[in-house]
């Protein structure tokens, strides 16, 4: 093609340069460099996810910044902590009040299948996953700001290869 | 202000049977249900207890009772007693304190529905803890509960 | 109370409102238990006329995991980790108390430097709690910037908790008996540092946020309780402390090297929301004197007594607590002379701290909900343990 280096995205042309891709990348671009969390932090791991977006782990370089309180406006929960039997029905509706297309992370232990709970709890869930669907698993307990820079890492690698008709 | 031989004459003048546990420095004052509330009430204003640590029970299936455990804190001569006595397992009943102490209101609502207790005279006697939707008594030595699967035991040391 | 039969559990409904709501200007607010600032999985549903608040029902048990019934079915030294994460942010705090209970129930001494070992840990582990606790209650407040600094401090002294015992948040590092592994070499170069360091980041954080002209307008005067209804309420640490009592379990009761050790006991004057932030900020600074003076004062020895390889107490009970950076934090460990404890009760400030509420907030603004429960410093897993 005119001025396009092979494997390169840019076409010169006299007066500037155009980027040229298909229509998924630019829209898996846009939506995975600008995800909003929902900031649902129930235990311990809220902490490490506080960490994680404040100073030297700062999640803000890979298009966190903005953590939405409001489920309305929000792409991505971050279930970080333990869930238990009364707290379902609060992350149903909270899941269900979030706009298409959203994702779930389950973080640390506790989300992912109950945590030191599992045996001996009387109201523990064994993970989030029982209540909605998941995409991103990150273990420890909990786990390191860098753990979970990795694990939304992932998430946005996941976000790149997705189809617009999702 | 007195001190610490002054008060502890005072107590033992007042309960009669006063017991002493292994360890644990405070004195363990033993009570007979009624009167709880009369003793809690000589111990806070003539003795200045005004901290309630906490208040607790302990299941005694054995002798089909629950043990009702109170701890208290004097800031003033930094002493520390204990309260005990025992109600029967089934519908047991204790008077309340949580208007002589206002923390005793929580933590009788939470030994209530984790022992199964009534505190007659409580202001509210809702659940605190628990789902609304769990029945039995959680703390209690023979309570199961379809979602509990026990930890496999172990028994190399 | 939440209707488990309604899709939403989080949404109070007037059936089930202890409230009269009965007057027409009247109406039911519901924070949480999803909400940015609680802490947590805190519920309350507020009652209000306009802007007032006329009464205020706090809702418990969305993280309540049942940990005391656990702890029957665990060893002694199993139930070490799981003390971190009641309140994750003073896990060592937490260790302490339950650890030297099961020692007084052993009837165990600690060598010395175990002993200031611990009063480190602790101290770093209280200036961390604070810190925490001014970087969300500045971001509550709508302040991002302590958020950062705060955090870029926390991240020094958690460097410091993580050479020595693995983890940055729940370190799971006391142990029956002391330490499995001494300081590591880097430790003390690093104190040193951070020492020579920390005083002036306090007092920035001071000017930045405490003593900020809209932080003041909003909490000064605001959430005022009294000394004798504080203590009716059991409630401990700073925010007993703001309500002119200078009482601290450190000197009240003292453990292990506190009743050597030369610090002061800040306390407020007037039990308002601003004393409890300014009684805070102060401890920080009295924590840097007792880790200076621990520093100083440290002994060579052993780092741990052989504990036995099973724990079996004999039969008896003890009641063990601390100062920790939220107030009284104890534990009640009853022995039946096995390898499993007959039962423990966690005695935790934040339960007692949260149910003055209430009384607190009669009266005042929906606006200063936020204001008063931060100042609390809450940490809900403790409060439904």
Known sequence: MNGVEPGSLVLRMPGGNVLVGSLETAVNAARSNSLWTLTFGLACCAIEMMAAGASTYDWARFGFEIPSASPRRSDMMIVAGTVVRKMVPVIRTLYEQMPDPKYVVAMGGCAIAGGPYTYDSYTIVRGVSEIVPVDIYIPGCPPRPEALLHGLMTLQERIRGQTVRK | MRDTADILAAIRSRFPRVENRPVDPAPSLVVEPEKLREHLLFLRDQLSFHHLVFLTALDRPAESELELVYRLFSYESRLSVMVRFRVPRDAGRVPTVSDLFRTAEWHERETAELFGLEFTGHPDPRRLLLPDDLEGYPLRKDFTHPNMPRLPEVTST | ?385
């Open chain 3, 1 to 385: 109370m939440s209707d488990p039969t309604t899709p939403t559990g989080g949404r109070a409904s007037p059936a089930t409102a202890q409230a009269s709501a009965g007057t027409s200007d009247e109406f039911l607010l519901n924070v949480g238990p999803q909400h940015p600032a609680t802490h947590g999985v805190l519920r309350v549903v507020v009652t209000m006329d306009g802007e007032v608040v006329k009464d205020l029902q706090p809702h418990l048990g969305y993280v309540h995991r049942g940990l005391e019934k656990l702890f029957e079915n665990r060893t002694y030294e199993q139930i070490i980790p799981f003390t971190d994460r009641t309140d994750y942010l003073s896990a060592i705090a937490n260790n302490w108390a339950y650890v030297m209970a099961v020692e007084k129930l052993l009837g165990m001494e600690v060598p010395k430097k175990v002993e200031y070992i611990r009063v480190l840990m602790a101290e770093l582990n209280r200036i961390n709690s604070h810190l925490l606790w001014l970087a969300a209650y500045g971001l509550d407040m709508g302040a991002f910037t302590p958020f950062l600094y705060a955090f870029r401090d926390r991240e020094e002294i958690n460097t410091m908790i993580e050479e020595a015992s693995g983890g940055r948040l729940t370190t799971n590092y006391f142990r029956i008996g002391g330490f499995i592994h001494d300081l590591p070499p880097a430790f003390f170069p690093r104190l040193k540092k951070f020492l020579g360091r920390f005083g002036r980041a306090v007092d920035e954080l001071d000017t930045l946020l405490v003593e900020n002209a809209i932080f003041v307008a909003r909490t000064r005067g605001v959430g005022i309780i009294s000394r004798e209804r504080a203590i009716s309420y059991g409630m401990s640490g700073p925010c007993l402390r703001a309500s002119d009592a200078p009482l601290d379990l450190r000197r009240e009761a003292p453990y292990s090297i506190y009743g050597s050790l030369e610090f002061e006991i800040p306390a407020g004057r007037n039990g308002d929301t601003w004393d409890r932030s300014w009684v805070r900020i102060e401890e920080m600074r009295q924590s840097l004197r007792i880790l200076r003076q621990a520093m100083d004062g440290f002994p060579e020895g052993e780092h741990r007594v052989r504990a036995p390889r099973n724990i079996e107490p004999p039969a008896g009970e003890v009641y063990s607590a601390v100062e920790g950076p939220r107030g009284e934090v104890g534990f009640y460990v009853v022995s039946d002379g096995t390898r499993k404890p007959y039962r423990v009760k966690m005695r935790k400030p934040s339960f007692s701290n949260f149910s003055a509420l209430p009384e607190i907030m009669r009266g005042l603004k929906i606006a200063d909900l936020v204001a008063v429960m931060g100042s609390l410093d809450l940490v809900v897993p403790e409060i439904d343990r």
